[in-house]
């Protein structure tokens, strides 16, 4: 019986050790962007959350038929996310037409293309452990899409 309630014991705060770690939510947090001081929601994709992942269509099937975000050449666009901690990597890729690029995220922020056109967004973010070297306690894909006039 005491070696019972010993191993108890044990297994509750090993299992607490690991969910003081837990993201809270049952899904990734929401991810909007800020332009010109207005607010847009992206659309969240694939994501792994609380050991369930989710696989669904790239940025340019989840957004087929909805409107682009309309922007200016070179404007500036943010990322926010209500929600602690904050991911500690990140990816941003942007698709036109048949060309994928990387774009460099500094501060949250990015500009939007210079030249006219509709672009599709692949915004990637992870929850990387601090302590353990390549394991990640959640990870999101975000997609939107913007029309530079």
């Not at 991810?31 to 050991?51: M, P, R, S």
């Not at 087929?64 to 500036?76: F, M, S």
């Not at 990322?79 to 460099?104: A, G, R, S, V």
Request: proline content about 5%.
């Amino acid at each position: 019986m005491k070696k019972c309630l010993y191993l108890l014991i044990v297994l509750f705060g090993l299992t607490s050790m690991g969910c003081s770690k837990a993201m809270s939510g049952d899904k990734p947090p929401k991810v909007y962007i800020d332009i010109g001081n207005e607010k847009y929601e992206t659309k969240l994709g694939a994501y792994c959350w609380k050991g369930t992942c989710v696989d669904t269509a790239g940025p340019l099937e989840l957004l087929k038929g909805k409107e682009p975000i309309k922007v200016i050449p070179g404007e500036k666009i943010s990322f926010i996310m209500d929600y602690e901690p904050k991911p500690n990597e990140l990816h941003l890729i942007q698709m036109n037409e048949n060309n994928e690029n990387d774009i460099i995220v500094k501060e949250n922020s990015f500009s939007a293309p210079t030249q006219k056109g509709i672009y599709y967004y692949s915004y990637g973010v992870w929850w990387m452990d601090e302590k353990e070297e390549n394991l990640s306690n959640g990870d999101a894909f975000y997609a939107l899409v913007l029309e530079v006039k």
